[in-house]
């Protein structure tokens, strides 16, 4: 069965809540609305993956390929994650691989190392500067992928 946008945003949501505090929960949801918000404004670009098994998963790929470009993850333990490109290794070369983990970890606490994953949890999203730096690393990787 084919997944809407809606259904897998409340899956996500009703996911993240077992876990998060409540105080959090309407930051983390401003999160994931803002990263859906943005990826819409760019439909020639992106579209929603409505293809994902992985439950309460949200992605979405690049227009044209089967290329997972983001999706948020409702961890359990420790919290929800967006990780970019998740196959990054085998679409970035190496510089650009480490000028993205570079601009994740002037947003993060959690430091990426040299072969960790495009990631970055929704505690340090909440931060609009910090949110605002992701979506520009964004617009920047869809320009390269």
């Known amino acids: 069965m084919t997944r809407t946008l809606p259904t897998a945003r409340d899956a ?3 996911a993240m809540n077992r876990d998060t505090a409540g105080s959090d929960r309407p930051r983390y949801t401003a999160v994931l609305d803002a990263m859906i918000e943005w990826s819409l404004a760019r439909p020639e ?4 993956r409505d293809d994902e098994s992985a439950k309460g998963v949200v992605s979405f ?3 044209g390929s089967n290329m997972v470009f983001w999706a948020a993850r409702p961890m359990r333990g ?3 994650k967006i990780e970019l490109l998740p196959r990054a290794s ?3 070369p190496d510089e650009k691989l480490q000028i993205a983990r ?3 970890n002037a947003c993060s606490r959690e430091v990426l190392e040299e072969n960790d994953r495009l990631a970055i949890g929704f505690g340090a999203m909440k931060n609009p500067v910090s949110r605002a730096a992701v979506f520009t690393l964004m617009d920047e990787l869809l320009q390269v992928t």
């Open 12 to 14: 996500f949501i009703t």
């Open 102 to 104: 570079e601009a994740i």
């Open 61 to 63: 790929q690049r227009i």
């Open 90 to 92: 085998s679409v970035l």
């Open 45 to 48: 670009l992106l579209r929603f």
């Open 78 to 80: 420790s919290g929800p």
